[in-house]
């Protein structure tokens, strides 16, 4: 079983929709939680940092954190065209080394 | 502009070559990285490097090489060694805040 699980899609939505993307992970010590946008051929794109449990929001997105479920969320409201892309969560224990594990990706596309 | 410059974007490798790829940054970050992605399965850890002068090995990095002579630059070599080198390979840096930002990639084909 890996750390974590990622479904990679493609996960496909009209122009407008809320988006749901979500990872769940077995190691409990994972303390920060991250959402990366990866447009093809380009490099990653750090969206939202998190630490422990709890819900942070930036502009259409927000990031939500279940420890108790080891679950995590990105949420996208209002989704356009050009929130296509791959988006990876990644996480960390609290250790001085910020040695991430990633999912392996999902692929959204939002049509006009 | 402060950022991770990576060079070059797309790299060709002829069987038994070694290949360097390049990789700068200018956030005065002290954690810098490699990563290899293929399709499916996500980033996987090279190399990383938390001081100057020190480096140790990620996840897969059995046919690769790094240096860390200054804090600014961290190249990769891609030696004969590595079996299936074809990929895209993505350095990054973290901040004290431990957040990581990657450079752009380099795409690196074997003929």
């Known amino acids: 079983q890996k750390e974590v699980e990622q479904d990679p899609g493609p996960l496909s939505v009209p122009e407008g929709a809320i988006v749901s993307l979500n990872c769940t992970y077995s190691?409990?010590?994972?303390?920060?939680f991250m959402w990366y946008r990866q447009y093809s051929r380009k490099g990653p794109e750090l969206l939202m940092y998190?630490?422990?449990?709890g819900n942070k929001e930036d502009g259409r997105f927000t990031a939500q954190v279940d420890k108790s479920s080891k679950y995590i969320s990105l949420f996208i409201r209002d989704s356009q065209p050009s929130d296509s892309a791959t988006y990876l969560c990644?996480?960390?224990?609290?250790?001085?080394?910020?040695?991430?594990?990633f999912g392996t990706g999902t692929r959204l596309l939002v049509s006009p | 502009d402060g950022g991770i410059t990576q060079s070059p974007k797309y790299l060709f490798r002829k069987e038994g070559q070694n290949v360097t790829l390049s990789c700068e940054q200018n956030?005065?970050?002290?954690?810098m990285y490699w990563y290899r992605q293929d399709p499916g399965q996500g980033l996987r850890l090279i190399y990383y490097?938390?001081?100057?002068?020190?480096?140790q090995k990620g996840d897969i990095a059995e046919g690769y090489s790094v240096s860390r002579e200054k804090k600014e630059s961290f190249p990769l070599t891609v030696t004969s060694a590595q079996k299936n080198p074809t990929a895209f390979y993505l350095c990054?840096?973290?901040?004290?805040?431990?957040?990581?930002?990657f450079g752009p990639g380099t795409r690196l084909t074997v003929l």
């Open positions: 990054a840096s973290t901040d004290r805040a431990g957040e990581q930002f």
């Open positions: 990644a996480m960390r224990v609290n250790t001085g080394f910020q040695k991430l594990v």
């Open positions: 956030l005065n970050h002290d954690a």
């Open positions: 998190t630490y422990s449990s």
């Open positions: 190691n409990s010590a994972f303390q920060y």
């Open positions: 490097s938390q001081i100057v002068n020190d480096f």
